[in-house]
């Protein structure tokens, strides 16, 4: 097996649901030993959830869990908690996403860890950082909600609306591990652990960042010229939903493409970039428009992106939305198709890049999983299966040290 970026990091993994697993899931990508606990019997909430093969491990388990090993110990038993101490002590790196409390609840305080092993990292998810709302506890939409998200995505005509892309939890879990890897690298010069903490709400607000940066234009000009609210509508004193508007210098719009009556995804994404806005107006039709005062520069059609998108979805309607991609690049033109989870999964090129993975589980038996999405070229990532609930515990507590009578003593307590 070839070397890996992160080999020979240890990670107790204690993590659960979707925002932790995420983070740990793509350290064991990188090379790191990545040991998840759970509760004796029960496990990750998710390894139930959302079932589609009864008494067999959900995909939502699955596909968030690759390239871990699984442990099971009962941290309310006094031998669970032992257990717990070595590999508090053995480990690199502790990852942790209970609710506000729990960690110091179990016995596990700053200061307990200080003592068995200064050098842990300890990384938390949490819902919100100090504050107001630090005790409470937040899943996906919570965060989505707090983090400015939801507020800014949506129609101006409709309500608030939450995004089907996990920013809350997996977009947390990847701020997480790179505060990780951040914290892994400074301990080479300190030789101390330290705390790692992303708070959903600020992960949210960080991918919300363009959305700030519009807060305050629109408070200094009271108008966003590229907001589908210009010029015709009203803005208020907060920056307002924008539909499919592109939000950035380039003027972006959904349209519908051949077939859209009766494919809800029959729709490409058009940029009508300045750049190639030549090519936009020789493409669809409309060469005039190169030179008329009303089209020629990007300010003056921001009076008129209305009628210049319906202009060009009456060209895209005659297209579907693959020709009108084929058509489009020839002119660099930037666009995209929407595409469904269904066509995402049939894309070669996804499974040639390792983006796109088949797994074989024992008990599932062959499923479909998104891979590392981020490529070492000096680390290739190899993804194995999730492991079934306590498949390693034995292993792993031989290699802290535990011998096979301790192991049947703990056994006999109910702590692993
Ligand atoms: N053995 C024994 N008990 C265990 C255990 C183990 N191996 N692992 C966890 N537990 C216990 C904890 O001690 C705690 O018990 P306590 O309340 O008596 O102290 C309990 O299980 C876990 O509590 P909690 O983390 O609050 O779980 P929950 O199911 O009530 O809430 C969340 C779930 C996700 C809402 C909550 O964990 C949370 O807010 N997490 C932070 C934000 C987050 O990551 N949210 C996104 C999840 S995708």
């Not at 064991?28 to 998710?46: H, S």
């Not at 380039?250 to 493409?257: D, E, R, T, V």
């Not at 998104?370 to 034995?394: A, C, Q």
Request: proline share 6%.
């Amino acid at each position: 097996m070839s070397k890996k970026a992160l080999d020979g990091v240890k990670i107790l993994d204690f993590t659960h649901v979707q925002s932790g697993p995420t983070c740990t899931q793509l350290l064991a990508w990188f090379g790191a030993d990545v040991i998840k606990v759970e509760r004796p019997g029960e496990g990750d909430a998710t390894r139930g959830q959302l079932r589609d093969i009864p008494g067999v491990d959900s995909l939502y388990f699955t596909m968030l869990n690759h390239n871990k090993r699984s442990v099971t110990i009962n941290t309310k038993k006094v031998g669970g908690m032992a257990v717990l101490d070595r590999l508090i002590q053995n480990c690199d790196v502790m990852v942790e996403n209970f609710g506000p409390g729990v960690l110091e609840r179990m016995g596990i305080t700053w200061e307990r860890i200080q003592e068995l092993n200064p050098r842990l990292i300890v990384a938390s998810v949490k819902g919100f950082g100090a504050g107001p709302y630090a005790e409470c506890k937040v899943y996906e939409n919570v965060a989505q909600c707090a983090g400015g998200a939801a507020s800014t995505t949506g129609f101006d005509d409709g309500p608030p609306l939450v995004t089907g892309a996990q920013i809350g939890d997996s977009g947390t879990g990847l701020h997480l591990a790179l505060g990780i890897v951040a914290a892994l690298y400074q301990r080479t010069h300190s030789g101390r652990g330290q705390k790692v903490l992303a708070p959903m709400q600020d992960a949210v607000l960080n991918l919300c960042r363009v959305k700030l940066r519009d807060q305050q234009r629109l408070e200094r000009t009271h108008t966003m010229n590229e907001y589908p609210q210009y010029p015709d509508g009203k803005f208020g004193d907060a920056v307002p939903r924008a539909g499919n508007a592109s939000g950035g210098g380039q003027p972006g719009a959904i349209l519908k493409c051949k077939g859209w009556e009766t494919d809800p995804n029959a729709y490409i994404y058009f940029i009508t970039q300045a750049a190639v806005w030549h090519s936009v107006c020789t493409v669809i039709g409309e060469p005039k428009w190169i030179t008329d005062e009303a089209y020629a520069t990007p300010q003056a059609r921001l009076l008129h992106l209305k009628p210049i998108f319906a202009r060009i979805e009456q060209w895209t309607k005659t297209k579907t939305k693959f020709e009108a991609m084929d058509i489009l690049n020839t002119y660099d033109i930037p666009c995209g198709p929407i595409l469904s989870m269904k066509e995402i999964a049939a894309d070669r090129s996804l499974y040639d890049s390792g983006t796109l993975v088949e797994v074989d589980h024992p008990t599932r038996g062959k499923y479909l999983s998104v891979g590392n999405p981020i490529k070492l070229s000096d680390s290739p990532t190899e993804v194995t299966r999730s492991p079934l609930l306590g498949e390693h515990t034995d292993e792993v507590l031989a290699q802290l040290g535990f011998d096979a009578s301790e192991i049947g003593a703990l056994r006999l307590e109910g702590a692993i």
